[in-house]
Nanobody, 127 residues
Framework: QVQLVESGAGLVQTGGSLRLSCVLS????????MGWFRQAPGKEREFVSA????????DYADFAKGRFTISRDKDKNTAYLQMNSLQPEDTAVYYC????????????????????WGQGTQVTVSS
């Protein structure tokens, strides 16, 4: 059984940084996509970023461009989300997700594309 475990939760001030990690364990996909989503109270889950495990292609939501960086370590089966210049509106529970599908900018942004999810990690940005 595939599992995703996130870490890196924290409380930071406006302008601060955090790095989230997501470790994939269990069955190792030969081709997969890992994504980061977030959900704030009372809001729908929204796409943050995604990375293609095989060729390192990436995609970002507009609000993440220039501030967030997604990366992966194949040897450790771990994806990272480096978040800089954090704002109060970035406060949310952040989830990593993974699945096996062909990369496309349309599919990677849809939560429904992912079958495996982590438990979520809380990010709080104080003003």
């Amino acid at each position: 059984q595939v599992q995703l475990v996130e870490s890196g939760a924290g409380l930071v001030q406006t302008g601060g940084s955090l790095r989230l990690s997501c470790v994939l364990s269990g069955h190792t996909f030969r081709l997969y996509v890992m994504g980061w989503f977030r959900q704030a109270p009372g809001k729908e889950r929204e796409f943050v970023s995604a990375i293609n495990w095989s060729d390192d292609s990436t995609d970002y939501a507009d609000f993440a461009k220039g501030r967030f960086t997604i990366s992966r370590d194949k040897d450790k089966n771990t994806a990272y989300l480096q978040m800089n210049s954090l704002q109060p509106e970035d406060t949310a529970v952040y989830y990593c997700a993974a699945d096996t599908f062909l990369w496309s900018s349309q599919w990677v942004r849809r939560p429904q594309s992912y079958g495996t999810w982590g438990q979520g990690t809380q990010v709080t940005v104080s003003s």
